[in-house]
C-alpha cells in the first residue's frame, strides 16, 4: 500500500502564499505520477496539479500562472507551491498519487487525507 501525508496548510491572507508537501511512503514502487486536488464545502472534488508517468505536467485553468507543481522523486515528495491565493481557492487540498497519472483523464488510486487551506478577504 502507498500512505500520503500532506503537510502546509494553513490562514494567509489574499494575495499570499502558502506551499504545500506530501510525503509518499511504502510501496513508493507503484508511484509514478503525483498531485494535487482540491474540495471546496458543496463543491466537488477537482484537480488543481498533476502529472504523468512520462513527466507531463496538468494545471487546471484557474491555477495557470499561480501554483507550481514540483516533486522531488529522491524524498518521493510533491509540492505544491500557490502564490497569488485567491479567497476562492480556500479548500481542503488533498495529495493524490498513482502508478499511471495523475491528471483529467482517470481518478488516481491514492489519497491522502487532505490539508485545508483558508484565504481570507
Known amino acids: 500500500q502507498v500512505q500520503l501525508v500532506e503537510s502546509g496548510g494553513g490562514l494567509v491572507q489574499a494575495g499570499g502564499s502558502l506551499r504545500l508537501s506530501c510525503a509518499a511512503s511504502g510501496s513508493t514502487f507503484r508511484v509514478k505520477a503525483m498531485g494535487w486536488y482540491r474540495q471546496a464545502p458543496g463543491e466537488r472534488r477537482e484537480l488543481v496539479a498533476g502529472n504523468n508517468a512520462a513527466g507531463k505536467t496538468t494545471y487546471a485553468d484557474f491555477v495557470k500562472g499561480r501554483f507550481i507543481i514540483s516533486r522531488d522523486n529522491a524524498k518521493n515528495t510533491v509540492y505544491l507551491q500557490m502564490n497569488s491565493l485567491k479567497p476562492e481557492d480556500t479548500a481542503v487540498y488533498y495529495c493524490?498519487?498513482?502508478?499511471?497519472?495523475?491528471?483529467?483523464?482517470?481518478?488516481?488510486?491514492?489519497w491522502g487525507q487532505g490539508t485545508q487551506v483558508t484565504v481570507s478577504s
Open positions: 493524490a498519487a498513482d502508478p499511471l497519472r495523475v491528471d483529467y483523464r482517470r481518478l488516481p488510486d491514492y
